[in-house]
Antibody
Framework: QVQLVQSGTEVKKPGASVRVSCKSSGYTFTGDYIHWVRQAPGQGLEWMGWLNPNNGDTNFAHKFRGRVTMTGDTSINTAYMELHRLTSDDTAVYYC??????????WGQGTLVTVSS | EIVLTQSPGTLSSSPGERATLSCRASQSVNNDYLAWYQQKPGQAPRLLIYGASRRATGIPDRFSGSGSGTDFSLTISRLEPEDFAVYYCQQYGSSLWTFGQGTRVEI
């Protein structure tokens, strides 16, 4: 079955960068886009962007452009999201999800990123 | 970007009742590429409906989606105890995807 397993909790200081990984299994990694969605505490879902693992193409929501990088390693079926110049507003649970339908049909378990001095 | 507005913000209902959730888009959603997700506390969202009206794999038939263009709805025909959760609509018809702010369905 399709599984997306994310890396663990991160605590970062303001101004730092964070990288979250998302390992896929149970389907052809290069066949579907990987999206990243975040959720601040007590808030709704916020779409960040997508990665096409087949060719490395990316597309980001306007508010993250210039501050986010999304990459993939097809040898280990893993996608990465890196967010730079962190502030306290970036404290959130970050999810990866497969765009299989292309709606988001499978989700990772989420990674909590806390930004605090 | 397309703004999605969900209503009501909170819906108070009882098990066995019918619930209808609304999602209105600021502009027409291409190809009716509109999805609905359910999220329970501490869990990742779960896809319920895609393409405005297609149920995802394993989703009970008490969940149905309808609508086109700018107005969409999710109907739960008879609320089960496990259906009390937060529901989000999402459009994926443009290059920039967006979510609605969510509707909480509470007992």
């Amino acid at each position: 079955q399709v599984q997306l397993v994310q890396s663990g909790t991160e605590v970062k200081k303001p101004g730092a960068s964070v990288r979250v990984s998302c390992k896929s299994s149970g389907y052809t990694f290069t066949g579907d886009y990987i999206h990243w969605v975040r959720q601040a505490p007590g808030q709704g879902l916020e779409w960040m962007g997508w990665l096409n693992p087949n060719n490395g193409d990316t597309n980001f929501a306007h508010k993250f452009r210039g501050r986010v990088t999304m990459t993939g390693d097809t040898s280990i079926n893993t996608a990465y999201m890196e967010l730079h110049r962190l502030t306290s507003d970036d404290t959130a649970v970050y999810y990866c999800a497969r765009g299989g339908l292309p709606a988001l049909d499978s989700w990772g378990q989420g990674t909590l990123v806390t930004v605090s001095s | 970007e397309i703004v999605l507005t969900q209503s009501p913000g909170t819906l108070s209902s009882s098990p066995g009742e019918r619930a209808t959730l609304s999602c209105r888009a600021s502009q027409s959603v291409n190809n009716d590429y509109l999805a609905w997700y359910q999220q329970k506390p501490g869990q990742a969202p779960r896809l319920l409906i895609y393409g405005a009206s297609r149920r995802a794999t394993g989703i009970p038939d008490r969940f149905s989606g309808s609508g086109s263009g700018t107005d969409f709805s999710l109907t739960i025909s008879r609320l089960e105890p496990e259906d009390f959760a937060v529901y989000y609509c999402q459009q994926y018809g443009s290059s920039l995807w967006t979510f609605g702010q969510g509707t909480r369905v509470e007992i």
